[in-house]
């Protein structure tokens, strides 16, 4: 039997590659192994991700070698997601995902979509171009702990700061947590929108998710 190591590198290069056959075989070694499923998508799987962006930012791959790669992870959650327990999140939350109007960019959102599934979130996606008043009545009427909005061209970020006004100016911006990204999108940019969070990753995105849910509900007491 390979060794840990062999695995998680097995697992990783697989992604990297696009290879989905591969990925689903160090999956199921995983498995075999008693590896911790949920670290070797959130953080594996995350970390072999964060090898495919860099590469896509000096344009050493492209679109379809991302995807390919996102369709490596899938591979490789599908084995994997049966044996997550007890690392789920302790508490059931929604979470509303969206690529904001007029931006159409939404691989980074599905990576988001796969990492937040994977450790047990209930994920509502609206896909791409989701018009902000579409967007805060999903959040209302499915009453979100979480969005997190998308955007990956500078010309659309300003619709972040759309949702978040609409939010407070209905009296709900205290009710759900708000996270953002997307590559022009930066940390101090997103704080001064009002933003609660911007995750460096989509890996980043679980943990940041966990805490702010954490926090909601302490301020909430557990109550919409």
Not at 139 to 146: L, Q, S
Not at 147 to 160: E, F, K, N
Request: contains cysteine.
């Amino acid at each position: 039997m390979a060794t840990k190591e062999e695995i998680v590198n097995g697992f990783m290069k697989a992604i990297v590659d696009g290879d989905e056959e591969a990925s689903a075989k160090w999956a199921k070694e995983a498995v075999a192994a008693g590896l911790d499923a949920y670290e070797m998508v959130t953080k594996h799987g995350g970390d072999a991700m964060t090898i495919v962006n860099q590469k896509y930012e000096k344009k050493e791959y492209f679109v379809p070698e991302v995807l390919c790669a996102a369709n490596a992870l899938n591979a490789g959650v599908d084995i994997l997601s049966p044996h997550m327990k007890a690392d789920k999140t302790s508490v059931p939350a929604t979470v509303v995902l969206a690529v904001v109007e007029g931006d159409i960019h939404d691989i980074g959102k599905n990576l988001v979509k796969i990492m937040l599934s994977a450790a047990g979130f209930r994920v509502i996606d609206m896909g791409k171009d989701v018009p902000s008043a579409a967007l805060v009545e999903k959040i209302k009427e499915t009453k979100a702990d979480v969005v997190g909005m998308s955007a990956l061209m500078s010309t659309t970020m300003p619709r972040m700061k759309n949702v978040i006004d609409m939010l407070k100016d209905q009296g709900i911006r205290g009710k759900v947590k708000v996270i953002v990204g997307g590559g022009p999108v930066t940390k101090d940019w997103a704080l001064s929108i009002g933003a609660d969070d911007r995750p460096h990753d989509a890996s980043a995105a679980v943990g940041a998710t966990k805490g702010l849910v954490e926090k909601l509900r302490a301020e909430r007491g557990e109550t919409w």
